[in-house]
């Protein structure tokens, strides 16, 4: 135990119950760890004590692989990357996601057999959503493809369509009634 060391009345650097503490005495002084990129002496970290804490990195923040990002006083939110793939868990609530960007979209996009970048899910702030590489039109929900439905489909209004309507009913299987109104 070495008590502890005061810097000119405004940091202090001591010891409690065998952790080391790093404290600003003065009022909403930030605490600055800055490093020498380079030639340049940058902020690595600035904790903002009159936003209670608030820490800045001015770059990145890495976890290796299988170190986790958590989140909430439970730790009820965690990102983790295990080398091969990436998780995240929320153990409490739901997961919203938003976009407050006016009259932008939220894409979700993976990568094809060739390397590239397809946006695969694509919704809008006007109940739209796309299922393939755009939305474009007035149509709710936009399919670029293929549907199968393994269930019942229940359509309210209308069904429009650019092509033909078909079915692969068995002998033992009834397609039942389709109407076509012009």
Do not use: C
């Not at 990568?111 to 939305?135: A, F, P």
């Not at 936009?142 to 068995?170: R, Y």
């Amino acid at each position: 135990s070495f008590g502890h060391i005061a810097l000119q009345d405004n940091l202090r650097i001591s010891e409690e119950s065998d952790d080391v503490i790093i404290q600003t005495i003065t009022q909403d002084k930030d605490l600055k760890i800055k490093v020498n990129d380079g030639g340049s002496i940058i902020d690595a970290i600035s904790i903002d004590s009159s936003d209670a804490g608030s820490a800045t990195f001015s770059h990145d923040i890495k976890v290796l692989d299988n170190g986790k990002l958590k989140a909430g006083s439970g730790n009820d939110f965690t990102i983790l990357h295990d080398g091969s793939n990436t998780f995240i868990e929320n153990n409490t609530g739901h997961i919203l996601m938003r976009n407050q960007s006016h009259g932008n979209r939220l894409h979700f996009g993976t990568e094809n057999s060739d390397g590239v970048l397809e946006y695969v899910l694509n919704v809008t702030g006007t109940h739209k959503v796309g299922i393939g590489t755009s939305v474009v039109g007035d149509e709710k929900l936009l399919v670029m493809g293929n549907v199968g439905v393994t269930g019942s489909l229940f359509v309210s209004s209308s069904i429009t369509t650019q092509g033909n309507i078909s079915s692969s009913a068995s002998s033992t299987s009834s397609l039942g009634a389709l109407n076509l109104h012009n």
